[in-house]
């Protein structure tokens, strides 16, 4: 089976500054195993962020922004990308996620304050993490969790500055 590719695309533009849930959602899709997200907005600063947490951590996980919405689920199916909506408005994760596991290509859709309608007919799977109303950053961390049968958790970022050295109390931090 070859390597999983999943990106994330995040849709909607902001009604209020949501950078800090802008910010999480790249940090979650980089460290959960996703290779770049698209944000239809987002402060010049939040991609130097990202470029800087790959220098210091590892990894090429990428940021693209200003790209609307559906040229992005355009691309993505041409690409052969599996394009997965998560919604609380959508079937169970759970119901499909064996199906799921049989691609290896995916964009992960998550909304923000509002989705448009048309995503739900262009997504190949409306996919919903319970049928409570919550939070786009903890539907796609559980999501890229299922879908990757918890293999990023294992994942090696390669070359970094910096690497934890896991402890059961305090910090280490090991400078390359
Ligand atoms: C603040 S919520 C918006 C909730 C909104 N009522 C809706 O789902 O259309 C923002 C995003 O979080 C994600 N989300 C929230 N709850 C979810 C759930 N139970 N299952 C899957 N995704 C969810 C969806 O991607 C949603 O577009």
Known sequence: MPPLSIRVLRVGHRFVRDDRTLTHLCLVSRALGAEAIYLEE??????????????SWGGSFEVTVGTPWRGVVQAARKDGRKV?????????LL???????????????VGGPKVPGEMYHMADYNVS?????????????????EIQGGEELKRDFGKSKLRVLPKERGKQVITE
Request: charged share 20%; no cysteine.
């Open 129 to 145: 993490v319970t049928n409570q109303p919550h939070s786009e950053v903890a539907a796609l961390a559980i999501a890229l969790h």
């Open 42 to 55: 987002a402060e010049a600063e939040l991609v130097q962020q990202v470029r800087d947490v790959n220098e």
């Open 95 to 109: 119901e499909r996620v064996g199906e799921l596991k049989k691609f290896t290509r995916f964009l992960v859709v």
């Open 84 to 92: 997965v909506h998560l919604t609380m408005y959508g079937l169970p």
